[in-house]
């Protein structure tokens, strides 16, 4: 078992039905530290950034105006991002948060609880958590300074 440091974002969706407090209080009783927490004006620079890995695929822009907050007229494109550490949290963190789809996700996770699909296909997922190791390394440092994580 490892310590490790994984990057959650709080997406548009979450924020427009005022669910913030509530993925925030799941994240705080699931045992895990947060280390890290700002409020984000996602540029297009830095959507793209994040979403790299997936550039090829037909949904990508659709990602890219989701995060933005451009679905739902999420004021000044903000979200929260946060980082979270403790053992083995990487795994942990994405077994609360549940599959990204949220028809296929647990009813007790993140996801199952407070996620849909659109009318239109659209996932609001309510948060992003770092797949793995490598991704967590990755996106913690693209949404955060080293002086932003405490501990």
Not at 70 to 77: D, G, I, K, L, R
Not at 108 to 133: C, D, K, L, P, Y
Request: hydrophobic share 40%.
């Amino acid at each position: 078992m490892a310590i490790e440091k994984t990057l959650l974002l709080i997406k548009p969706d979450a924020y427009r039905r005022r669910l913030t407090g509530l993925v925030i209080d799941r994240l705080e009783h699931s045992g895990f530290e947060m280390v890290g927490a700002k409020l984000v004006c996602v540029s297009e620079e830095l959507a793209r950034k994040h979403y790299e890995a997936l550039k090829d695929q037909p949904f990508f822009e659709n990602l890219i105006k989701y995060i933005r907050g451009e679905f739902h007229n999420v004021p000044n494109n903000k979200i929260l991002a946060l980082v979270y550490k403790g053992e083995d949290a990487i795994s942990g963190i994405r077994k609360l948060v549940g599959k990204t789809n949220p028809e296929e996700a647990d009813p007790e996770t993140i996801r199952g609880s407070f996620g849909r699909i659109t009318t239109a296909g659209q996932f609001e997922n309510v948060i992003h958590a770092s797949g793995n190791r490598e991704d967590a390394e990755r996106e913690v440092r693209l949404w955060f300074n080293d002086d932003e994580i405490i501990g």
